[in-house]
């Protein structure tokens, strides 16, 4: 009976077990971040976890090897241990044997942006993104920081800058959830849209 229960259980998709290691690692961030502030090490620990985020995102075959679960737990945190021995704290190579010993390493592929989430709610930083047709002139970029300020309240705006030429013109700003859209690209979809829904239907 169980077993056939197990198999006809609906099988686990890839965003479900995504979902889940963010869930892990949003905990086990919010672990870190708490014993970071208890140690006084918490700017440093801040370092560890941008390192480790830059390192999961240039690196996809160590995202695959942490999510493999034929490879064992020791082998994992001695890769892990020749990448970040000395370049990070002594409590976040810690944290790591911690992890792989609750078999929790996955985890780390979103341990780092959540742990950045975090902090910035701690620290009260508001992050925004924003893609441009070129690159922020310094006029525009305090413009871009000014509007993130006034649509959230919050003075410190931690912005990150992307260029994308196909804009044509204009800005896509994004705050959390929210998007504010001002580019050509934009403006020509929506006019595009708008000629569709009124073209001009004669009647037979």
């Known amino acids: 009976m169980a077993d056939n229960q197990l198999n006809n259980s609906p099988p686990t998709t890839d965003n479900q077990t995504n979902m889940a290691d963010q869930r892990v ?12 502030q208890e140690m006084g090490t918490l700017d440093a620990v801040k370092q560890d976890m941008d390192l480790l985020s830059k390192t999961m995102t240039e690196s996809r075959e160590l995202r695959l090897l942490l999510r493999n679960p034929i490879v064992k737990h020791d082998k994992k945190l001695a890769i892990l241990t020749a990448i970040f021995q000395g370049k990070v704290s002594d409590v976040t190579m810690r944290f790591f044997s911690i992890l792989t010993q609750k078999n929790r390493e996955s985890a780390l592929e979103s341990m780092g942006t959540e742990f950045q989430v975090q902090y910035n709610i701690l620290r009260g930083i508001q992050a925004a993104e924003v893609t441009s047709a070129a690159p922020l002139t310094a006029v525009s970029r305090l413009e871009i920081r000014k509007l993130v300020t006034q649509q959230t309240g919050h003075a410190d705006v931690q912005l990150t800058e992307k260029v994308d030429p196909e804009l044509i013109g204009g800005f896509v700003l994004r705050v959390g959830d929210n998007q504010i859209d001002d580019s050509v690209r934009t403006s020509l979809r929506k006019l595009r849209t708008s000629l569709q829904e009124n073209t001009y239907q004669p009647k037979l």
């Open 25 to 36: 690692a949003a905990r086990y961030a919010k672990s870190l971040l708490d014993l970071g």
